[in-house]
Each structure stands twice: as C-alpha cells, then as structure tokens.
C-alpha cells in the first residue's frame, strides 16, 4: 500500500484475503489513506493478530468490517472513529478477542457486530449507543442487559444469554424496544417463556426449554420461526 496523490484520496477500500506478508509490509499504510468512507477487511490476516493503532487516523470512516478477518486484538484508538455508521467485528472464531471499552463514543452506530468470544475480563458500556438499529452478538457475559433500554430503534438484535443475567431480566429491558423486528435468543435454560413483541417477524431460539406454557402465543405479524 504505497502512499500517492491517488490513495490519499480514496474513499473505499475493499480487500479480500490478502496475505499475511501484505499487512506485515503495510500496517502503517492507513495513515496514507486519511479520506477512507469505506474500509472492508474480508479475511485478511494481521501479523501477530494485531489490527494496526494508525486504524485511528481514519476519523472519516462511516463503515468499517473485518468480517471473518483474523484479528485477536483491538486497538483503543478505535474510540477515535466516531463518525461510523456500520461497525461488524465479527472476525473468525479462534483465540479470545481483546475488546477495549471504546464503543462507547461512537454515537452514530445504526449496526453493530460484536465478536462471539472475547477475553473474559471484557466489560462493554453500551448504552449511549441510542441510534443502533441491529445488534449482533450481545452476550450478557460482557456487557449489561440493560444497556438495552435505551436502544429504542432496534429493529434487529441477537443476544447469547448467560448465567450472570435472568431471562426475566432480559424481557425487562427488551419490553422497551418497540421496533424490533429480528430477535435470535441463545440461552442454556429458559423457564416459562413470554414473547411481548408486537411486531416481531423473523424469531431464532436456540435454548434448552423443557415445555411451553399454555398461555404462549406467537407474536402476531410473526413470518419466520427457527427452533434449536
């Protein structure tokens, strides 16, 4: 990624798989791109793991993947992309992400994607997050359920419930979200199960429910039901 006149004003980058070597040579290479809107890291591989600190120097970027990319840590200087709409952190499955409490200060997010393993210390504050419309990946082991309560245009939302957090907690904070249309619920034990969400119409369970109540009922406009 060699600095010129043309890649400083570049606007989108999209990269798919690039060798490790590349990113070992170029990690630096973000500061010569300071105009980015768009960067999508589609499996590429980062030396030792590391997504470079000059990420930072991005302050323009409005959407920003590394979808399936291989990177088991996250630089605090993440905090100074505050400008993203479309955030998806979904790297491959492999070692504990270190995740920095950084997402806190991007206010404009409308879709976040968390990723599914993170080191056990992680703590995420969430809540000033007010414009997200889908959220992947919240697990209550690394974040508070009700962080959720202010997430009042959520349309999507994928949770992985742990011990640390109730079912009933959960319905607590998920009663404010009106809009939502998408919910996948991960869990290892619900007891009775109550669904108050009017327009609810694409619903994925995976979780261990010996029975359901008699006085269950499916949301109303529901078009799409995954059970596991």
């Avoid at 990420?55 to 409005?62: A, M, N």
């Avoid at 959220?135 to 999507?156: A, D, E, P, Y």
């Amino acid at each position: 990624m060699n600095s010129n006149s043309g890649d400083r004003k570049a606007r989108s980058l999209l990269v798919f798989g690039v060798e490790e070597v590349f990113w070992t040579q170029s990690s630096s290479g973000f500061q010569s791109l300071p105009l980015l809107r768009v960067l999508n890291l589609y499996k590429v591989k980062f030396e030792e793991g590391k997504l470079p600190s000059s990420i930072g120097e991005l302050i323009y970027l409005r959407v920003f993947s590394l979808y399936m990319a291989q990177v088991s840590h996250l630089p605090s200087s993440l905090r100074n992309l505050k400008l993203l709409l479309s955030l998806n952190l979904a790297v491959v499955l492999g070692e504990p992400v270190h995740m920095p409490n950084v997402l806190k200060e991007m206010l404009e997010l409308r879709y976040l994607s968390l990723p599914q393993l993170m080191d056990d210390k992680t703590e995420l504050e969430l809540d000033c997050l007010v414009n997200l419309e889908a959220l992947c990946s919240f697990s209550t082991q690394h974040g508070s359920v009700t962080n959720l309560l202010r997430m009042t245009k959520l349309r999507t939302l994928i949770v992985n419930l742990r011990e640390s957090c109730s079912y009933e907690t959960l319905l607590a904070s998920l009663r404010e979200l009106r809009n939502l249309e998408k919910f996948y619920l991960s869990a290892d034990f619900v007891g009775e199960f109550v669904l108050d969400m009017i327009h609810l119409k694409d619903l994925t369970l995976h979780i261990y429910m010996p029975m359901l109540h008699d006085q269950f009922r499916f949301p109303p406009h529901l078009a799409h039901v995954r059970l596991t």
